[in-house]
């Protein structure tokens, strides 16, 4: 794509904040943060270490240089063991190396990963700087909106973190030139919850489009990230402590967290995610909130963004059914013998099922 970035804006109580998706973007950094931020300003930018080789880190540091003085830059290790304490603390003492206080900010250049932990760190120095996401990944721009940021314990994933919405989203869609193909499919995972969950034509959008989607076609990317961006960004600035519809970003994940937890790893948080849609959605039909074609939809455009939609006959033991479904019940603090779940009613509607009986989940896992 090339010409005018597209915006969004989303509504915060600290604030809101633009969105803003095109090619390029990297180069123009110091542009858009000077619209924000003052020149003085220290800036720190927190970068997942494998974009060094790839020269997105010097691309963004070369233009920030261009307006302001200080710009400095601390790699972490790629992956969600990332998403500590300790790498938490390590960001503490280059922000304190470098001489940041509380008007300097940080930039979270990378995926979820990155963005999670950085602005996690942002949130907590000094009570709280500002924050600027810079997303790389697809499944990012689910990630980067909507102010929420964690670090993961050893007893499980996000149990420690914070509201702290970013000032500015700058989405280079040229970044994802050189995602793995598996990391656009788990990020397209997101897009399709979000056409399920909200937009009927999100959906049948990427039922169109998903070929140039996943061969990394500029034009088809930004339409998509704007669309889907459009849905995060409506939800959250209704609801953004999640006290109502922001819950309906949930929908597959119940089911698509638990796989991810058990099977750490093995599947990517789209592919997990995936699963856990097709697997709610049977449940749904269970309690005949929906019909069989709505369910054959989502999995033929599921499985041609290359997502898997089963799980495999190993993992349908009864032991690993009773692990799932007790990592559920602790994910969601749920004591008694059902589970609340997010179902669909029809494609672009969701609704809360606060309590759906045990053994219909168990049914459905074990189908
Ligand atoms: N805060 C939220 O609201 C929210 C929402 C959804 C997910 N998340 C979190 O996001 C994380 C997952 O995000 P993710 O899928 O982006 O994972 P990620 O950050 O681990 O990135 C995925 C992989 O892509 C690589 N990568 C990143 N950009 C690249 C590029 N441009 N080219 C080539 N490789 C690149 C990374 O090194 C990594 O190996 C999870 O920790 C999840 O909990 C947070
Ligand atoms: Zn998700």
């Known amino acids: 794509m090339t010409g005018t970035p597209k915006e969004l804006t989303v509504t915060a109580q600290q604030g809101d904040y633009k969105v803003v998706i095109g090619t390029g973007l990297l180069q123009q950094a110091s542009s858009w943060l000077t619209s924000i931020l003052n020149p003085k300003t220290s800036l720190m930018i927190v970068?997942?270490?494998?974009?060094?080789?790839?020269?997105?880190?010097?691309?963004?540091?070369?233009?920030?240089?261009?307006?302001?003085?200080?710009?400095y830059s601390f790699a972490v290790e790629s992956g969600e063991s990332s998403k500590s304490l300790q790498h938490a603390a390590r960001l503490y003492?280059?922000?304190?190396?470098?001489?940041?206080?509380?008007?300097?900010?940080?930039?979270?250049?990378?995926?979820g990963v990155i963005g999670d932990l950085a602005g996690f760190a942002a949130a907590t120095f000094m009570r709280g700087i500002d924050f600027v996401q810079i997303p790389t990944t697809l499944l990012a721009h689910d990630a980067s909106i909507g102010g929420k940021v964690a670090i993961n314990l050893p007893e499980g994933k996000n149990l420690v973190g914070a509201f702290h919405a970013p000032r500015l989203v700058?989405?280079?869609?040229?970044?994802?030139?050189?995602?793995?193909?598996?990391?656009r499919s788990s990020g397209l995972a997101e897009a399709i919850k979000h056409g399920v969950i909200y937009d009927p034509?999100?959906?049948?959008?990427?039922?169109?489009?998903?070929?140039?989607?996943?061969?990394?076609?500029?034009?088809?990317?930004?339409?998509?990230?704007?669309?889907?961006?459009k849905v995060k960004a409506k939800i959250v600035s209704q609801d953004e402590r999640e006290s109502g519809i922001r819950a309906f970003l949930n929908f597959g994940h119940t089911i698509g967290h638990a796989i991810e937890a058990l099977q750490y790893g093995y599947y990517t948080h789209g592919a997990a995610v995936a699963i856990g849609m097709i697997y709610e959605t049977k449940i749904a039909r269970r309690l005949g909130?929906?019909?069989?074609?709505?369910e054959d939809r989502l999995r033929v455009l599921l499985e041609k963004a290359q997502l898997p939609t089963s799980l495999p006959a190993e993992q349908k033991s009864k032991e690993a059914i009773d692990a799932l479904i007790e990592h559920m019940r602790r994910d969601k603090k749920a004591h008694s013998r059902s589970l609340p779940f997010i179902l669909p009613e029809r494609l672009g509607t969701v609704s809360f099922e606060a309590s759906v009986d045990e053994a219909v989940v168990r049914q459905v896992l074990a189908d």
């Open 170 to 183: 700058l989405y280079d869609v040229a970044t994802l030139q050189t995602l793995p193909l598996y990391e």
């Open 201 to 229: 034509e999100l959906f049948a959008y990427i039922e169109e489009h998903v070929e140039p989607i996943l061969l990394g076609d500029s034009d088809a990317l930004t339409h998509l990230l704007y669309q889907s961006c």
């Open 47 to 71: 970068y997942d270490a494998k974009l060094e080789s790839l020269g997105y880190v010097k691309t963004l540091e070369q233009s920030l240089k261009k307006e302001f003085v200080n710009v």
């Open 289 to 294: 909130k929906i019909d069989v074609e709505f």
């Open 93 to 111: 003492s280059a922000f304190l190396a470098a001489g940041l206080d509380r008007r300097s900010a940080v930039l979270a250049l990378g995926g």
